[in-house]
């Protein structure tokens, strides 16, 4: 079965300091990872995803995040917040047929 | 947003009342998709449509009834609905459900449904 788990429910920065969304996931195969962003009254957003390829995946909007097999994770990263950063981020793993959300962390960006 | 649209983004019912989501995907994708986001849950799986034939039903309340007409067109019937059911539907599709779990889903914006 697969699952994924994101470790914090809100995160909060300063705009202009780095930004750190954590997830970890559960999966029976290799698995295939996504982050998803979603800006109030939205839909989700595609940032990226991970499909066996390049471990360290880069995104739009200045976003990357690392695929690290030995610790389950799949964290998301950007040097640089900005104001329109400010978003409820979603990691998701995929079994192949389904994917399966995680909670979702909702980043706040501070002037 | 253009990939996938939802009409209406935003929708109040009665409990006794009957209506419709409809969802439109311009990607000539083969599978569409179903969510339901509440508050404070993580997004919920409906129905799941590929080459227009259900393949998951996931324990979702006869009060919710889908249709795909067409590999474009999605619908979600609703009646005689509750006010716990009241929440952001999402509509999503990719290029087909089988796509070793590499496919990317495209989402629509969601309609907002209030149930009194």
């Known amino acids: 079965a697969q699952s994924v788990t994101q470790l914090d429910s809100h995160v909060s920065v300063s705009e202009g300091t780095p930004v750190l969304l954590r997830c970890n996931y559960s999966s029976s195969y290799s698995p295939s990872l996504f982050w998803y962003v979603q800006h109030p009254n939205k839909g989700l957003q595609l940032l990226l995803k991970y499909t066996s390829a390049a471990t360290l995946v880069k995104g739009i909007n200045g976003f990357e995040a690392e695929f690290k097999k030995s610790e389950t994770s799949f964290h998301l990263t950007k040097p640089s917040a900005h104001m329109s950063d400010a978003a409820e981020y979603f990691c998701v793993v995929s079994d192949r047929r389904f994917m399966r959300f995680g909670a979702g962390t909702r980043l706040t960006v501070k002037p | 947003e253009t990939g996938v649209t939802q009409t209406p983004r935003h929708l109040v019912m009665g409990m006794t009342n009957k209506k419709s989501l409809k969802c439109e995907q311009h990607l000539g994708h083969n599978a569409m998709y179903w969510y339901k986001q509440s508050a404070k849950k993580p997004l919920e799986l409906m129905f799941v449509y590929n080459f227009k034939e259900q393949t998951e039903n996931n324990s979702v309340p006869s009060r919710f009834s889908p249709e795909c007409p067409n590999s474009s067109h999605l619908f979600l019937h609703l009646h005689t609905l509750q006010p716990e059911d009241s929440a952001l539907y999402l509509c999503?599709?990719?290029?087909?459900?089988?796509?070793?779990?590499?496919?990317?889903?495209?989402f629509g914006p969601g309609t907002r449904l209030t149930v009194l």
């Open positions: 999503a599709s990719s290029q087909d459900q089988n796509g070793g779990g590499t496919d990317t889903q495209y």
